[in-house]
């Protein structure tokens, strides 16, 4: 597990701890919305991994750079690897809708508080 992410360190943790905490809190059901936008179909160079907040964007502030949404997003975070780390070590899937229980299987034991406090949040 990493705990800063991005070129520029836009997402970063503490210790293990608040990495799992952060984790809940994406979790939660219409909070946030992972995507991959296909910039590349507007001429960028490939697809860009975000973190859409859409509810509660001052939970994000303390680990993630959020730059200004749009229309409902009130903020989403840039940073490729972490999404993907998201999908591919966590069972996140796109949307806004997520399996707390496949996700909560990728959490070692000894962090499953801190994850059920951020889903709490």
């Not at 507007?42 to 730059?67: C, K, P």
């Amino acid at each position: 597990m990493k705990l800063v992410y991005g070129t520029t360190g836009q997402v970063h943790f503490s210790d293990a701890h608040e990495y799992y905490y952060v984790l809940g809190l994406l979790a939660r059901a219409k909070r946030t919305s992972i995507v991959w936008e296909h910039n590349e179909d507007q001429g960028a160079w490939a697809s860009e991994g975000r973190i859409h907040v859409q509810a509660d964007i001052g939970l994000f502030s303390t680990n993630f750079s959020i730059t200004a949404g749009t229309g409902s997003m009130l903020g989403r975070v840039n940073c490729n690897d972490y999404v993907s780390s998201l999908q591919t070590q966590h069972n996140f899937a796109l949307g806004t809708t997520q399996s707390i229980p496949l996700i909560m299987a990728t959490v070692p034991q000894k962090y499953i508080d801190d994850f059920i406090r951020g889903l709490a949040a």
